[in-house]
């Protein structure tokens, strides 16, 4: 087989780069060079690309491209497009456009069409759009600053921190998740269930109020305290209301680590959302009995007993929570008598 070569000032030239080539350039450049190695060495053009894992018609774009512009050929091309879509309105209706965006400041293209076809201007909404977008870009139309801050400004907790990075969990009771529920088993009924899980052993503690307060959760919190089998040294929660002030200081007195979630995070808090899910679904939809705070609290306390040491948790390999802490934690597991 005769195999064709190429002058031997190019294969030079692969050798003797510039050394301001973009990474992807020299990238590129060494492609190339394998790619004319291997056909050197007997392989076809196709047999080599091949090799490569590259498609023939680039690199024959890329040795195109080297011969033409040398190795500054190689770098890699705006991929602006050619032709571009040029303005299709008319300087008054963009004048128009500024002058209603400067008397309006904070109306958006929404609003200003609206004004426009009052006034008797034929204008589509997305095409005040583009026309708001063309002033930004040419520095025309400047938007007003902030003069008057609304944000509400959080209040500093006295207690309770964000999670610190270094802190990690690895026994049950290291960190468990609080979260409240709205619960509407009749129409105008609200009622506030309180749902505690360990993110190792997925054991949970249920109760439900009607309203959910500062001192209801300071109650749940004596009863997560009294039916979690084992020490609690952290509770996370989210920024609610009834998890500070006497939920706070019921914490500190007892030595609990409380960690406060960032606004608008509730995935932090994933363990105990799911948790919500799963009591919505197997425990109140089915539930038929008495709606007043003491028996509806009797059944809950059932069917925690029922969760926590005869259902399968697939997180746990199909094990109950109860089984978990016999299995893996056996000096914190329940005692016989729970």
């Known amino acids: 087989m005769r195999v064709v070569g190429l002058p031997k000032p190019f294969y030079h030239l692969y050798r003797h780069l510039p050394p301001d080539l973009s990474p992807k350039a020299e990238a590129r450049s060494r492609w190339l060079s394998c790619w004319l190695t291997l056909r050197e060495q007997g392989l076809s053009t196709v047999q080599a690309s091949q090799t490569l894992y590259l498609p023939r018609s680039t690199l024959y774009r890329w040795l195109k491209r080297l011969k033409g512009h040398g190795p500054q050929g190689l770098e890699e091309k705006s991929r602006r497009p050619k032709h571009r879509r040029q303005p299709t309105w008319s300087p008054e209706l963009s004048q128009a456009v500024l002058s209603l965006r400067e008397q309006y400041p904070r109306w958006g293209k929404d609003k200003l069409v609206i004004l426009l076809r009052r006034e008797g201007i034929k204008v589509s909404t997305s095409m005040v759009g583009r026309i708001l977008s063309r002033l930004r870009a040419r520095g025309v139309l400047k938007e007003p600053t902030r003069r008057l801050s609304t944000t509400r400004r959080a209040h500093p907790r006295p207690y309770a921190v964000r999670k610190p990075k270094d802190y990690h969990v690895h026994k049950p009771g290291d960190l468990v998740q609080v979260d409240t529920l709205d619960v509407r088993p009749l129409p105008g009924m609200v009622l506030k269930h309180f749902t505690a899980r360990d993110v190792i052993s997925r054991w949970d503690v249920l109760e ?59 995935k932090l808090n994933g363990h105990v959302e799911r948790a919500h899910r799963t009591h919505t679904e197997e425990f109140y939809e089915v539930y038929d009995g008495d709606l007043e705070i003491r028996p509806l609290n009797q059944a809950l306390l059932q069917w925690e007993g029922v969760y926590n040491r005869l259902r399968p948790h697939q997180a746990l390999d199909m094990m109950t929570p109860e089984e978990y802490l016999i299995h893996y934690h056996p000096e914190l597991a329940p005692l016989s008598h729970m």
Not at 243 to 262: G, T, Y
């Open 208 to 266: 439900v109020h009607t309203r959910a307060t500062a001192t209801t959760a300071q109650g749940f919190l004596d009863s997560l305290m009294e039916r979690m089998p084992f020490p609690v040294k952290a509770i996370q929660v989210d920024g609610g209301s009834e998890f500070q002030a006497a939920f706070e200081e019921a914490c500190q007195r007892r030595a609990i680590k409380l960690f406060v979630l960032p606004p608008r995070s509730p």
